[in-house]
């Protein structure tokens, strides 16, 4: 638990130093495309940045993305575009894809528009036998980050923190908190931090088919996921 606090905490101060502000159509992006809309219109930008339909299946795109030949598939829900997955062609030894998997890790970790969903190193080491722990112990193998949020002035970020803790605090306790309620208050904003960082995912995992062993990335805009609205 005591984990769980500093990393809002210092999630949440990373978040005012920047002024960053989360709002409905910030969404997560893949290749500066938002993650959002119409599969066609999705498709047409991918097509527009190189990616061409794959001969077996028109749904499907190709292409190079990091240096890897790729696979790009669009999901959808409610006709909507909540998720890019990229999966690659080739497939590599258990060996090779520990490699890979972990220069993706750094490369996330390097990479200032992320930062990590959890404090734990996700690097796999070179004597672990990922053969072994996914067949086996049905390990899974995956890493997780967050797109940063668009930056945005300060006003405009204390103007969405203040209609935020409205909905719970009127006025009054706004300007004069007790002590309960001001811790309350930090982790309101926290919390509703936390939320909106969730909703930009960018996630991978290794994959195994056969004996061979693939990367598998998402971009996930977490907004336009059924969220048991069609029950």
């Avoid at 119409?38 to 990616?51: A, C, P, R, V």
């Avoid at 028109?58 to 030949?69: A, M, Q, R, S």
């Avoid at 062609?89 to 220069?103: S, Y």
């Avoid at 706004?174 to 002590?179: G, V």
Wanted: glycine share 4%; with cysteine; charged share 30%.
């Amino acid at each position: 638990m005591n984990k769980i606090i500093k990393i809002s905490a210092l999630l949440f101060v990373l978040f005012l130093l920047s002024v960053s502000l989360y709002a409905q159509k910030d969404v997560t992006q893949f290749l500066g495309i938002p993650v959002d809309g119409y599969k066609s219109e999705m498709i047409k930008k991918l097509k527009d940045k190189g990616y061409t339909i794959s001969p077996s299946d028109k749904d499907v795109l190709v292409g190079e993305f990091n240096g890897i030949d790729v696979y790009i598939h669009i999901a959808t829900n409610n006709n909507k575009v909540y998720r890019v997955m990229v999966s690659d062609v080739n497939n590599k030894n258990k060996t090779d894809i520990k490699i890979r998997f972990n220069r993706l890790c750094q490369q996330f970790k390097n990479n200032k528009n992320y930062i990590s969903a959890s404090d734990s190193d996700y690097t796999i080491s070179e004597d672990e036998d990922i053969s072994h722990e996914i067949s086996i112990r049905n390990k899974r193998y995956e890493a997780a980050f967050y797109q940063q949020p668009a930056v945005l002035d300060s006003a405009t970020l204390a103007k969405e923190m203040h209609d935020v803790l409205l909905t719970k605090y009127t006025e009054e306790q706004l300007s004069n908190p007790t002590e309960e309620e001001e811790n309350d208050m930090i982790m309101t904003k926290i919390s509703y931090m936390l939320d909106k960082y969730s909703k930009k995912s960018v996630w991978f995992m290794i994959k195994e088919i056969y004996g061979k062993f693939y990367i598998v990335m998402f971009y996930d805009n977490e907004y336009n996921r059924a969220n048991g609205e069609d029950l």
